[in-house]
């Protein structure tokens, strides 16, 4: 009996032990979520598609499966990506993947660590400004009535103060800062190694779609802290995105 009495003792003392670091384990895990800052997502990757210039990744947030597009990235399963500025694209077809998603979100700040948000400022005000890469197999067909970034950059001078009309590939979005939009777009043309056109802009795009905007040519434009622009396109509209 007394054996029988230890053996039961024994068996309650296990689940004790289990109860209790399950418990704490759940509360550990609650109050990691918690630790995320407001509007901070942190998913795990579960599956990665490369494309030329894009990484989907499927992931789960909170037992929830979805796909998201980040500018490519050298991402494996298991990893884990927090971001907080993301907008969400209905029927998505990428045509080189020759797919269609439901649903994905195009996250403009991911990241492999959880870090404050970004402050309210562009890249390019910022301490340092950021390298701008050349995206490849860029190619976009000049609007009619349009030009080309090359041909902007060869005389910038002469179009400044002037509306110009400039179709490109969304490369980067900023959105809400000094109550505007900041987009960078290529067209696949450069001139003395000058490929890039920052817009501002009060429409949204996305980044990796296509879109015409028309707007105003600045040249030399500070914004002070000595940061500025050789050539800027202010106030456009976008149009025809796809």
Known sequence: MNRNKIIVAVVLLVLGVFFIFTTCYR???????????????????????????????QVEENNNKFWIAVVKADTKPGDSVYYSNAYEMKDFVSKELN???PTVFFVQDPSSQLAPPPA???????????????????????????????????NPGNFAGKSVIIRGVVTKFNSQIMNKNWVHIQDGTDFSDKFDLTVTTLDSVVVGTQATFKGTIAVN??????????????????????
């Open 27 to 57: 509360s550990g895990e609650k109050n990691k979520a918690k630790a995320l800052p407001p509007g901070m997502h942190g998913v795990s990757v579960i599956e990665v598609i490369q494309t030329s210039n894009y990484s989907y990744l």
């Open 99 to 101: 797919r269609t998603f």
């Open 120 to 154: 309210a400022m562009p890249q390019e005000m910022t301490a340092k400004k950021a390298e701008i890469k050349k995206w490849s197999e860029v190619s976009v067909t000049t609007p009619k009535g349009g030009m080309t970034i090359a041909d902007l950059y060869k």
């Open 221 to 242: 434009k500070d914004f002070g802290a000595g940061y500025s622009y050789e050539v800027i396109m202010e106030g456009a509209k976008a149009s025809d995105i796809k």
